[in-house]
């Protein structure tokens, strides 16, 4: 066991201190993430461009393409991250161009895509949002409907997207249509770099539980874009994707989070007045802190267990598919019981008069972002089943009029 | 031998569902959030009896018992009413009729029972509940003091408010000194407010000093009403689950013929009907064996509040991402869920108070802040 | 809200609280349970006699057949439970003959089997067990394997019976068999009478984690019996065992159970010292006490609603399903804090020195048989799943060589 | 940056899997539980280098650290090994180092390295246990008392034992006034008892008075040893389940297929896994960090304990019918892991040291029965 990364690091480490002690964004920051609920000011631009400039973002992307051109080191970015968090300075931006579009275009993207696209998402000058989930098409995403056609040298898209989340900002979206219906669903979806500004995209805003807007509906009518605009071959969007999905994975179900949420609760606890003790002093509230403390300590060395394994190079094997349905069930725990402690006051919301300090009850209706986007619980404990375990796939069945039926699948394989 | 509803309370539940599901369609839902009571679904409650449910005949209500406004508590958290059921129908009437004269119930019982007086409650002081609670201290015919969390607040004509924790005080909205500060709760059905008051004439409900039985009789009241109000809330959650679960396909069957969605739906439906026995007997012993009452109350409020939780966040989950939007307002039923579990004591509060009731441990002793 | 008996009631509770008051069994119990873990001793049988002549048991088993022949009441039978229970009286025999196999009888039987069996069966001289499981058909009980086959006068019986509760000390076992091998698997079954003194039927003994012998496996190798010891007709057996099971589900998970716990747990944590105070004045074991104090009044009363549902002749819906899954799971959580409470001496068992007066460890390891027996918690899902709540039908597919196919079934349906 | 076993521990694991593997298969457990350990197993786990893994190369062990230790007691809880790991090759050779005079520790480590020494050790005192307290008190250089779940003390030439919350000392089994008196425990792989002294000679490990931060880091090191002991039972019952479900057909499918089992297995390693992170951090800070030992090693044991509960359960409810026959075995797991949750402090007992450790509540101050 060694949890330091070794002396061949300080120096790296001292250079990024170096650079957070010097350098400092201009104040000027809302209370939007920019390149998700909002464009980035010309200070966040500013910022992104010096954290680039420096190597602090867009790191090992390619110099031809505008970024710092590093050889990947998971160590040297968990530096920059540990360095930029303890000098309370902004990390770089991050959003789904810079996080899933950009890579899959330097995996699959045509040199003139790469050429055109990944510099201006990297400086945050192009953003985008993520065309992927339908109304229909949820857990079961490779049932999505939007179509395409080719009709001459463009695009011609119709359909309906929904859960996207930057859509009001973007300027462009990734996005997965069906091009060759007759195909077997997973053979026939194409993956398209569609422009927002075309006529026939309607975008309305999906509000939430908390009352907030961070997510849209966009309506596609007869949208034309250029036929080049394809990345990957036709009908090849499934595994175009995936190399994305893959990337989203790694975003949700942070384990950090459950640290500032003990924190939180230890104050609360500590600062809360039950009776005529605080609540700290009461075994029930008292004991449920501690196992909650006690599972975030577990996701938290697991976590660094998971980042030693990247380092290594070791294969991730269960134990890396766990992280997500561990970590949002532990952040519902842990601000149900914010709330409860509060007694009447955890009902209050949104700055009412009298409220805690911390908006628990508002931080417990965000949770079900994580619940459920990004996967269901229950598609989750299907992957760890059975790609974790090794148990056997679902029977692929269809039931029509009350009736079920076999799929008309060449390949109803249980194994894996 | 007969355990449930009477024939006539299931009419009366009909007739309430009826009336209920007709006014109160998702859109009215959505749109009247936020706001006071809308006063054609008050006057359609009062014209069905609502107000004067626990009213005796002869002071122009109808008579009936906890069941019957159970019935009515259940329906209310079914279709997540707005209107201030609570303090006006249940406490209220059920505050004089325990410790008031006979010519105050002659005086305050007709204007309840026909809709004229609306009753904010507060009762923060002794529900138990931590970091705010009201005192109100009374000194030459005057009240001061400020009482957290009244109930039912935002339409009130008056407010029934607990003094030293065995005194109950009726304040005029109107009155000398009276200041209102409306909460924002994460429920926006009903109201909340903080009370205060400065110099302000009252009147006590019977005697200054004579009202601790009755308070500990108003708080259970209360307890079982909220547990009422969450199984009605939690129910419909249920079956909106159960009936999207048949109507959602996803890999080309209904998400309902998984088991991971079945054995949810399984375990919801298990955990909701004992919930419901529970509380149709707390219902029962609370008219008919008084010393039962608090016990049942809370253990009623601690069961409902704790499988309402759980089937409030299985319903909206097994719904996958329509279920967190405002869309499909399953979050209203989700809210008023929460928010009923925190209201006059949290899940823990009651279950000490049920142990208390059983002598098995000392109340915690409430210090005001 | 009626939970009086009614007035009409009150002489026969008068008559049976007489009685109680009169009668006594001879003290002369031993520990195992009569007609399950033993045959029962002259003692019993004399009792049972007395109880049957004053109609306290077989009351309504017809007068020709041995017992009272008393009209089905409800609440008689709830008014003898109740008063044999207040005045510390023995109830009457309760095993799996009286209990399955005489309402059976009375449901399908033949006149000849009705006579022969059900008088020396109500007064506990003949003792059956249950023939139904097999080790490959458990959950499924219906892919039994276990074969009868005509041999002139008599059925010739080979395969493997177990989980047979009584059968060391049995006369005879209701069995299913498989007597038409190319019917469906639910069509192919019949339900025979094999008294078990015939040669060929080996019994052993099953020991279970609580260290006691319970149950059997029963070994049966060409046993010979006449042809006319079939209830119903050939390949209708899964129809009569139906009858019977559904009596088997009202036996299990009575709610009953819970109160005792729960007084015992009460007893236990004003008992139990933990540092300088009582258990009960650590609000962690005190509230999880509540808890399960609130789940096992809500059972009560939930018995009560059922129980007065019988009475008035009312259907039950989706709330007659769920008692079994109820009970089981309270009963777990009840002994695992008595367990917990004691803390190392919670591991003490059986006797040992130093253990509580209560042996919650045994108990807790006791819960297995009620978890599991009577069909597991996910068949009793999918029970309460479809019948109670409308949901589709599992698909009937197979995995056969990892792959997956449709059943051959003339009926998928997935409705109700 | 290495997070887990490098390759030699890795390989101690193998070689320790191995050899428990080839030695205990399901029959001699079954024939051996209740009985004392079985002789052969024990020479060979000394051959093996377990008992003298903690102890310096000069006092003939193989100085290792806590980590390796893990790795052993994990494979001990996977194997349900009927042998004195803990108090043997644990607790006495910590005791020996951290309270010991140097000329203590030579005469007494190479003993137990050897194997010649076993060790029963008693910590009942200071573990919080409830309803029985042991209390040794110490007179004229002769020791009277009680000490109850004295751990491993079946075949024990020697009793480390605590007297007064701050001192230890050592009992030889043979000493004058030493009675023994075995308990009858769920899991009979171990041996507990009950040993009483009379005017019995002993000798203080160090100096009287001086060994409270030793007995701390002894409560610490024996929860996290039992938390490794249960993890390794609970991997083992987990990964029989995930084979069986893939056996076992019913319904003419594996029910491993079926998600009702499959999601229930899900959730079993998904408990599993950061559980394992925590236990292997809690060996290291244990050796590293030594302010951090107790906060871990109360935490590890709470996880372990809970989790490996939920997942005992779940394995034999998996089993079916065949999960609660003495047949499959499957209950000498179950029982090991049901026995580790109640040792030296249950959960809810650890997680209250975890609290006092962290400065959040007072300690219960325990009163000798």
């Given at each position: 066991?060694?949890?330091?990364?070794?002396?061949?690091?300080?120096?790296f480490r001292a250079e990024v201190r170096e650079f957070c002690r010097n350098h400092r964004p201009a104040k000027h920051r809302s209370r939007g993430i920019p390149g998700v609920t909002e464009r980035p000011n010309p200070d966040v631009l500013a910022w992104q461009a010096k954290l680039i400039e420096h190597g602090y973002a867009a790191r090992t992307i390619p110099k031809e393409h505008g970024g710092y051109g590093a050889k990947p080191d998971i160590i040297e970015s968990r530096i920059i991250q540990e360095e930029f968090l303890a000098a309370g300075l902004p990390l770089g931006l991050s959003n789904q161009g810079i996080s899933m579009l950009v890579p899959t275009l330097l995996e699959v993207g045509t040199a003139e895509q790469c050429a055109a696209y990944i510099r201006p998402t990297i400086y945050g000058e192009m953003i985008w949002c993520q065309g992927y989930s339908e109304p229909g098409a949820g857990s079961d995403l490779a049932s999505l409907r939007t179509r395409a056609e080719l009709d001459g040298d463009d695009w011609v898209i119709n359909g309906q997207k929904i859960w996207t989340s930057s859509a009001h900002v973007a300027d462009m979206c990734f996005i997965l249509v069906r091009t060759e219906p007759e195909a077997p669903k997973h053979h026939g979806i194409s993956y398209l770099l569609m422009p927002m500004d075309r006529p026939g995209i309607d975008i309305r805003p999906l509000v939430t539980m908390t009352g907030d807007a961070t997510f849209n509906e966009v309506f596609l009518n007869d949208v034309r874009i250029p036929a080049k605009n394809i990345v990957?071959?036709?009908?090849?969007?499934?595994?175009?994707?995936?190399?994305?999905?893959?990337?989203?994975?790694?975003?949700l179900g942070s384990a950090d989070?459950?640290?500032?949420?003990?924190?939180?609760?230890?104050?609360?606890?500590?600062?809360?007045?039950?009776?005529?003790?605080?609540?700290?002093?009461?075994?029930?509230?008292?004991?449920?802190?501690?196992?909650?403390?006690?599972?975030?300590?577990?996701?938290?060395y697991h976590g660094m267990r998971l980042l030693s394994q990247s380092i290594n190079g070791e294969q991730t094997g269960t134990e890396g598919l766990i992280t997500k349905l561990s970590a949002t069930e532990l952040a519902y725990d842990i601000y149900s019981l914010g709330v409860d402690v509060l007694g009447e006051t955890g009902t209050l919301y949104n700055g009412s008069p009298y409220q805690a300090e911390r908006d628990w009850q508002k931080s417990l209706l965000g949770c079900f972002t994580g619940i459920i986007g990004g996967g269901s619980a229950n598609i989750q404990r299907n992957i760890i089943?059975?790609?974790?375990?090794?148990?056997?796939?679902?029977?692929?069945?269809?039931?029509?009029?009350?009736?079920?039926?076999?799929?008309?699948s060449a390949s109803n394989k249980g194994g894996n | 031998?007969?355990?449930?509803?009477?024939?006539?309370?299931?009419?009366?539940?009909?007739?309430?569902?009826?009336?209920?599901?007709?006014?109160?369609?998702?859109?009215?839902?959505?749109?009247?959030?936020?706001?006071?009571?809308?006063?054609?679904?008050?006057?359609?409650?009062?014209?069905?009896?609502?107000?004067?449910?626990?009213?005796?005949?002869?002071?122009?209500?109808s008579g009936l018992g906890m069941l019957e406004a159970e019935v009515i508590a259940e329906s209310m958290g079914r279709s997540v009413a707005p209107a201030p059921y609570?303090?006006?129908?249940?406490?209220?009437?059920?505050?004089?009729?325990?410790?008031?004269?006979?010519?105050?119930?002659?005086?305050?019982?007709?204007p309840i029972a026909s809709g004229e007086h609306r009753y904010g409650v507060g009762l923060t002081e002794v529900a138990g509940a931590p970091r705010h609670f009201g005192k109100v201290t009374l000194e030459d015919n005057r009240a001061w003091g400020r009482c957290y969390f009244v109930l039912d607040a935002s339409d009130a004509s008056h407010f029934l408010l607990t003094a030293n924790a065995d005194t109950l005080v009726v304040i005029e909205r109107d009155a000398e000194g009276v200041s209102i500060e409306m909460l924002n709760d994460v429920d926006r059905t009903r109201g909340f407010a903080v009370v205060g008051l400065e110099r302000t004439p009252f009147e006590t409900v019977g005697e200054s000093g004579g009202a601790a039985q009755a308070i500990d009789a108003l708080l259970a009241?209360?307890?079982?009403?909220?547990?009422?109000?969450?199984?009605?809330?939690?129910?419909?959650?249920?079956?909106?689950?159960?009936?999207?679960?048949?109507?959602?396909?996803?890999?080309?069957?209904?998400?309902?013929?998984?088991?991971?969605?079945?054995?949810?739906?399984?375990?919801?439906?298990t955990d909701l009907e004992p919930c419901r026995s529970l509380i149709w007997y707390a219902a029962h012993v609370f008219d008919e064996q008084?010393?039962?009452?608090?016990?049942?109350?809370?253990?009623?409020?601690?069961?409902?509040?704790?499988?309402?939780?759980?089937?409030?966040?299985s319903s909206i989950e097994i719904h996958g991402g329509m279920g967190f939007t405002e869309e499909l307002g399953l979050h209203l039923w989700y809210k008023r869920i929460e928010a009923n579990r925190q209201l006059l004591g949290g899940p823990e509060t009651v279950r000490h108070a049920a142990a208390v009731d059983q002598g098995w441990v000392q109340p915690l002793t409430a210090t005001a802040t």
């Open positions: 066991m060694d949890l330091s990364y070794g002396p061949e690091y300080d120096e990957g071959a036709r009908g090849q969007g499934w595994h175009v994707a995936n190399v994305t999905l893959k990337y989203e994975r790694g975003m989070q459950g640290q500032s949420g003990i924190k939180g609760l230890v104050e609360l606890l500590q600062e809360e007045t039950v009776g005529s003790g605080r609540a700290m002093d009461l075994d029930h509230y008292r004991d449920r802190l501690l196992r909650l403390q006690g599972r975030t300590l577990a996701n938290k089943a059975e790609r974790g375990l090794g148990l056997p796939r679902e029977p692929q069945v269809r039931f029509d009029n009350g009736r079920w039926e076999m799929m008309p | 031998m007969h355990f449930g509803l009477s024939e006539e309370q299931t009419m009366l539940q009909d007739m309430l569902r009826r009336c209920l599901g007709e006014r109160l369609d998702l859109e009215t839902l959505k749109r009247t959030a936020g706001q006071p009571c809308d006063p054609d679904l008050w006057r359609a409650l009062v014209e069905l009896g609502v107000t004067g449910a626990l009213i005796p005949e002869d002071h122009g209500g609570l303090g006006t129908a249940v406490l209220a009437p059920l505050a004089w009729q325990l410790a008031g004269t006979p010519e105050q119930r002659e005086r305050h019982l007709a009241a209360g307890r079982l009403m909220l547990a009422a109000d969450t199984f009605g809330a939690a129910e419909a959650m249920l079956f909106r689950a159960r009936d999207y679960s048949m109507e959602r396909f996803q890999f080309d069957r209904p998400i309902g013929s998984f088991q991971g969605v079945k054995h949810l739906l399984a375990d919801m439906v008084p010393a039962e009452r608090v016990l049942h109350a809370c253990h009623a409020k601690s069961l409902a509040s704790e499988i309402g939780k759980f089937i409030a966040r």
